[in-house]
């Protein structure tokens, strides 16, 4: 009779970053400026890029703790709720009184594509010394996964609270924003779409951009101080590199693009769970492809 098994060591993931409520407004086509068009649905759900990859993380199977703030409104309590049924822990989810939770607000076409326009709300109360506090928290886990829907402060706290714990930081650079390049400084990875690498490097906008151009431009974000980048190139899959060179893993095929919100918040909290377990970043690079994929057949953030 052969042995079971083995069991894979338990792993955790502590996300610091944003809860939203997404209000999905669904429109035939986006609206040019000055215009006024009616919404065909409108419905609302539990979002947050933080928080949407605190749930992808936990759904890939790791232990997953989450540091963020919510209002005190009835829309705060829904998605600490929608958290803890995601798998999430949110002991460390404070309430901010007198605020409202974040929001975003999505027009989403009948083709999969989106806008999206954010209300930080509570999201912005989180502070440094909020971030700071938590020793504990950093202590007990193995990966750090961070947004800039918090305040660039909090962030660089968390990045830093990471290093001295020893976890492997790792970034999403969006919403593309100023930050100070030392919060670059051994990102493992930083993670970024061809928008937010294009605007990091101060590089013409994203219509001139080409896919092509991904394996360049990764090479110019390591000199920024990262050990490793990751650039999402939708369709075309995903760039990678680190001090082993430039790597491009390809795209899965998906029958039908049902909707582009949070795929690439699907593939980041996929990628730092599978790092968390141990595995290489190839392997997490195209476990997040995978994610990514499955997230853009799916409705919804989550």
Do not use: W
């Amino acid at each position: 009779m052969s042995s079971p098994a083995p069991r894979r060591p338990t792993a955790s993931v502590l996300v610091v970053g944003s809860i939203n409520e997404d209000v999905v407004l669904e429109v035939p086509r986006f609206p040019q400026p000055g215009e006024t068009l009616p919404s065909t649905r409108v419905t609302r759900n539990p979002g947050g890029k933080g928080a949407n990859q605190a749930v992808a993380a936990a759904r890939a199977g790791v232990e997953v703790q989450m540091i963020g703030r919510v209002g005190d409104d009835p829309a705060g309590g829904r998605m600490v709720d929608a958290l803890r049924a995601g798998g999430v822990g949110a002991c460390l989810v404070e309430v901010v009184p007198e605020t409202p939770t974040g929001a975003a607000y999505i027009t989403l076409t009948p083709d999969g594509e989106n806008t999206i326009v954010i209300d930080s709300g509570a999201n912005g109360c989180l502070s440094r010394e909020d971030v700071l506090q938590q020793r504990e928290a950093f202590a007990g886990a193995t990966v750090m996964l961070a947004q800039l829907e918090v305040p660039v402060d909090a962030v660089t706290a968390a990045v830093d609270s990471a290093r001295t714990a020893g976890l492997r930081p790792a970034v999403t650079l969006s919403p593309p924003q100023r930050v100070p390049l030392g919060l670059l400084d051994g990102l493992d990875p930083l993670l970024v779409n061809e928008h937010e690498a294009a605007f990091l490097l101060g590089d013409p906008g994203p219509e001139e951009k080409r896919t092509g151009d991904a394996e360049q431009t990764a090479e110019r974000l390591l000199q920024l101080g990262p050990r490793s980048v990751v650039i999402t190139l939708g369709a075309a899959g995903a760039v990678y590199a680190d001090l082993h060179g430039v790597f491009r893993v390809p795209a899965h095929r998906v029958e039908a693009v049902l909707d582009t919100t949070g795929a690439g918040d699907a593939f980041a909290g996929a990628l730092a769970a599978d790092l968390a377990l141990g595995e290489d970043l190839a392997h997490a690079v195209g476990v997040g492809v995978r994610a990514g994929a499955d997230a853009v057949g799916r409705p919804g953030a989550r």
